[in-house]
């Protein structure tokens, strides 16, 4: 299982989600331009001491990303799953793998349409109508949360997870 954040501007909620990672030992990767210098003390004040922990990968561009993503997929190692509030399947319905990546897109832009046509799917955290979105740190938390549920508690997930299958 991984996280993938697509072009992140606000340092404080990548290092939450780095720091989350850190803890549940799952991957982060950084997909660039970073709207922020990795030394910026706000990511480092919310990541903590957990940064030096995390598995952390850049990527300079979703190009970059997504032929380093092709060679995984050509072995079935991985599906890009990406977390939006245009989608239609509620994150809890979703059958997660724990080779999947969830895709966030920005805080201030989300993912541009080129994102969406590439990944394999698509699901959404239902909010009230008059609701917008959630913190990407807390969105981030709970469709995590729900994937590890599924893919940890699963005996035949955790057996395919500890094969690389």
Not at 68 to 92: C, G, Q, V
Not at 101 to 121: K, L, N
Request: hydrophobic residues 40%; aromatic residues 6%; glycine residues 6%.
């Amino acid at each position: 299982m991984k996280i993938a954040l697509f072009q992140p501007d606000i340092p404080q909620n990548t290092g939450t989600i780095i720091r989350t990672a850190a803890c549940l030992d799952v991957g982060v990767d950084l997909i660039e331009p970073l709207g922020f210098v990795l030394s910026d003390k706000h990511l480092k004040r919310a990541g903590m001491d957990y940064m030096d922990m995390a598995n952390v990968a850049r990527h300079s561009s979703w190009q970059v990303y997504l032929d380093e993503i092709e060679r995984l997929k050509s072995r079935n190692e991985n599906r890009l799953i990406l977390l939006s509030t245009s989608a239609s399947e509620p994150y809890y319905e979703f059958e997660f793998l724990p080779t999947d990546t969830i895709v966030m897109g920005s805080e201030s832009a989300g993912v541009p349409e080129y994102v969406h046509e590439s990944v394999d799917a698509r699901v959404v955290i239902p909010m009230s109508g008059k609701a917008r979105s959630l913190n990407v740190a807390i969105a981030c938390s709970m469709v995590l949360g729900e994937a590890l549920r599924q893919t940890r508690s699963n005996p035949a997930n955790q057996q395919t997870s500890q094969d690389g299958k």
